[in-house]
């Protein structure tokens, strides 16, 4: 239907154009009020890549072009359909689910392009270049466990398989089995094999069982790191594939989403005090038995609604501290209207958030941002540690280790060294919890057994309501 | 003489990783999430090379899996993008309505 549009050079500035699309569009995240702006730039930098493409292809018969719209549109449906339905609670696994989808594209197109490598220009002398072969194969190799690791992340968030670490025997040497296996087969195809598609294929099947394999093994606690992890993957393979098609959009997206990801991990590693590589090795989480074993004798004060009422109405400053048991319980909203009461009777109400808060970055700030929280109240832990002194209620609710002593107290326990939030400083906690139940580290806490600590147990959201109502 | 594509790609992407490191840390903590669901749309620019090798004038038995898998891939990519950029503007929305209230 056209031909040959533009020139080789104009497609390439053009691509480029679509990768300076996204450097502004992400940099527009630098505040609330310029991120719109950035993120519908960035949607322009994705149409002017589609666009690029759709109008310089090789093949533009009317048959093709009706495919490339219905496989849009049906990927495009699904998509508005999810983006529309998904609850802000469960954003984590909304962007896992992407996330595979990301890593299952970069395979598939892999797979396009060593089937048919003559059409990518591919071929020297009959043979597939070796460095393009190469490039497929880490492609695959890093889409496959995107994919993979992706869907466990998934499903452990969805709540469809344990979240708590599943240690296999042997994992080390099996996934080292593996790679070592992978390197292989790939060293087999670049010496010309003549069973090359089939060696293509183990190399993908193996390649999603070490993505399995490396993502199993990993508590719920580091899913933060994990999604992060998974995201700067996606990008990698994004970039591989890019030079493999000599395709700027690719390679520039790619770079950007790649280190986008690898930042975040390793702010949230910081955050829990962990090396990257003990997150990857797993296994956090298992370590429940020791401590816990011993039967809990000393005395916990425990509150109703209405002495939590009592205490809050009295307080002339407040700082709740949000954490996962919020997000689960949904209990955002009550949380507010109880905070605006406060607010009403001149009371300070400030939230205090810690980075691996929730199960993925900032998650906290999207909840408290969908139940209208102003932006002003809420703070970092950074911003807001040294107030808990001078606080006389730090409400806690849903959030658990990250407020643990502890960390900053007992070398042996396994998140010795981690920032907390110092909620112990304050001149009450009220802990909003179901139960007596260690956190998600399998570590107790001791803050629920000190003099100026009342325990509120009960779900969340309803907590949150019953005080409401009493106050 | 001409430098290799791989040299010249692999600038770029060198380069890209260090304008990703700037920017990525100019981030804002409380917008970590849409940046996540943003990059992930984005990193589904992929799709270009999904169109691409569903625009190849391909023949025999691989050509033609090879288009059944790209058409896939093409799928997938787009469910990643839509998702993506669509939930993030659902994000950033809820931080709008409070941005105006302040004012």
């Not at chain 1, 569009?25 to 690029?52: C, D, K, Q, W």
């Not at chain 1, 296999?168 to 992978?182: D, K, M, N, Q, T």
């Not at chain 2, 001409?2 to 804002?28: H, K, R």
């Not at chain 2, 970590?32 to 391909?58: C, D, F, K, Q, R």
Request: hydrophobic share 50%.
């Amino acid at each position: 239907m056209f031909n040959n549009l533009m020139s080789v050079d104009l497609i390439a500035s053009l691509y480029l154009l679509s990768g300076v699309f996204f450097i502004i569009g992400i940099r527009g995240l630098s505040s609330p009020e310029t991120a719109r702006a950035g993120n519908y730039l960035s949607m322009s930098g994705m149409a002017l890549a589609f666009i690029v493409t759709i109008l310089n292809l090789e093949d533009n018969s009317l048959v093709n072009l009706i495919l490339i719209i219905a496989g849009i549109s049906i990927g495009g449906t699904i998509g508005t359909i999810l983006s529309k339905r998904v609850a802000m609670t469960d954003m984590p696994q909304m962007v896992a689910a992407l996330n595979s989808m990301g890593g299952l594209s970069a395979v598939l197109v892999a797979w396009a392009a060593f089937l048919s490598p003559a059409a990518f220009g591919l071929m020297t002398g009959g043979y597939i270049k070796a460095s393009s072969m190469v490039e497929m194969l880490l492609g695959i190799l890093v889409g496959a466990v995107t994919f993979s690791g992706s869907v466990v992340a998934f499903l452990k968030l969805q709540g469809l398989m344990k979240s708590a670490p599943i240690i296999l025997p042997f994992r080390h040497v099996l996934s080292i089995g593996i790679l070592s296996a992978i390197l292989f087969c790939s060293y087999l195809i670049l010496a010309g094999s003549e069973i090359d598609q089939l060696l293509f294929l183990i190399i993908s099947i193996l390649s999603l069982a070490l993505g399995l394999l490396l993502i199993i093994p990993i508590g719920g606690a580091d899913m933060p790191v994990v999604i992060a992890v998974l995201n700067s993957y996606s990008g990698f393979a994004a970039a591989i594939i890019g030079f493999t098609l000599s395709n700027l959009a690719l390679v520039i997206t790619g770079a950007l989403v790649g280190s986008s990801g690898a930042i975040l991990s390793y702010i949230m590693c910081t955050a829990m005090n962990r090396s990257f590589f003990s997150v990857i090795m797993g296994g956090f989480g298992d370590e429940v038995g020791g401590s816990s074993d011993a039967k809990e004798t000393r005395p916990v004060k425990i509150g109703s609604a209405d002495d939590a009422a009592f205490i809050l109405k009295n307080a002339s400053s407040v700082i709740i501290v949000p954490g996962y048991g919020m997000a689960v319980a949904r209990a955002q909203n009550s949380l507010k209207e109880m905070v605006d009461k406060l607010k009403e009777m001149g009371i300070k109400v400030t939230y205090a958030i810690h980075p691996v808060a929730g199960r993925m970055p900032g998650h906290m700030n999207v909840l408290l941002a969908e139940a209208d929280v102003p932006y002003d109240d809420i703070f970092e832990l950074s911003e807001i540690n040294s107030d808990f002194a001078q606080a006389d209620v730090a409400f806690v609710i849903g959030a658990n280790d990250v407020t643990n002593p502890a960390a900053k107290s007992d070398p042996q326990s396994p998140i010795f060294g981690m920032p907390i939030l110092e909620v112990e400083n304050a001149k009450t906690v009220l802990f909003v919890k179901r139960s007596l139940g260690i956190g998600y580290a399998g570590i107790g806490n001791d803050l629920f057994y000190r003099e100026n600590t009342m325990m509120l147990l009960d779900d969340a959201k309803k907590m949150s309501e019953d005080i409401s109502s009493s106050i | 003489m001409d430098i290799s594509p791989l040299v010249y790609y692999g600038s770029i992407f060198v380069l890209a990783i260090f304008i990703g490191y700037y920017v990525v840390w100019s981030v804002t903590p409380a917008l970590h999430t849409p940046l996540m669901s943003v990059t992930n749309a984005i990193s589904a620019v992929i799709i270009v090379g999904a169109i691409v090798a569903m625009g190849t004038e391909s023949t025999g038995v691989s050509g033609v899996i090879s288009k059944i898998v790209s058409f896939f891939a093409l799928i997938f990519a787009s469910i990643n993008i839509f998702g993506g950029f669509l939930v993030t503007q659902r994000m950033l929305e809820m931080y709008k309505k409070k941005v105006k209230k302040d004012v």
